[in-house]
């Protein structure tokens, strides 16, 4: 039975999710359940369910607090940092880093343990926020470090071993609007932030919340753009997806 969790409701979660089965139907196929997937930054587990038509799933995650929901829901989990992965050499046939390595330092070491960690031939699957000029309020919300362009994906990931397959900025269709919203606003006073995301007090990113008709209309579109993302390399867009093999 499908689990639906609450942020697969919301059109952003949603349509992310589509490009990534897309990517993963086309480059990797489902239905081995003798596959390892690693998801870095798991959080409380909230991809767990889609991962889980690939192989059994384990998710590691710095804080506890994501991980305590997480183990409330059955998953798999261990708490380490993306940089120290407490795996031995080639354990996994995929390890997914979705909008995670964005938040990290020392992305490079990341970079290396997620190689290290994957079998050969293993994939790596990638999503992160595109466009420094998109910078706004949510990034520093959400602890961003920064934001990418695609060739500067591409060149970390091909220095760090790996042969990307396909790559792409992901949201082409609302990027129009997207840009033109985080421009509008910026300059504008925001609301004091009482804490960020990314600590002890919180386990899962918040997405501003879309009126129905909206979210429908967008949810629409994300399914368009999620059934050419996987064969066709879009010129734009707010973030990336890509998937590399080991």
């Known amino acids: 039975m499908q689990v639906l969790l609450e942020e697969d409701k919301h059109w952003w979660f949603a349509s992310r999710t589509r490009a990534i089965l897309g990517y993963l139907d086309r480059y990797l196929g489902a239905d081995r359940r003798d596959r390892r997937v690693l998801d870095v930054g798991c959080g409380a587990g ?12 384990v998710g590691v995650d710095p804080y506890p607090k994501p991980l305590a929901v997480a183990r409330q829901r059955g998953l798999e989990v261990h708490q380490a940092s993306a940089t120290e992965l407490p795996f031995s050499d ?20 990341a970079l290396a343990e997620c190689y290290r960690v994957l079998k050969p031939g293993g994939k790596l699957l990638v999503t992160v926020p595109a466009l420094m000029w998109l910078w706004s309020q949510n990034d520093v919300l959400n602890a961003h470090q920064r934001r990418y362009t695609l060739s500067e994906l591409r060149e970390k990931l091909e220095r760090h071993g790996f042969r990307a397959l396909h790559a792409s900025y992901n949201n082409f269709f609302i990027f129009p609007l997207a840009a033109a919203v985080i421009l509008l606003r910026r300059g504008r006073a925001e609301p004091a932030l009482a804490s960020p995301h990314f600590d002890d007090e919180a386990y899962q990113v918040e997405m501003e919340p879309a009126p129905p008709l909206l979210n429908a209309v967008l949810t629409g579109v994300g399914k368009v753009e999620a059934a050419l993302a996987p064969r066709l390399t879009l010129p734009i867009g707010t973030s990336i997806i890509a998937i590399a093999q080991r």
């Not at 995929?94 to 020392?106: F, Y």
């Open 46 to 57: 909230n991809m767990a369910h889609h991962l889980a038509h690939y192989g059994h799933v």
């Open 90 to 109: 080639q354990a996994f046939d995929l390890v997914t880093l979705l909008d995670t390595l964005e938040h990290i330092p020392a992305e490079d070491a």
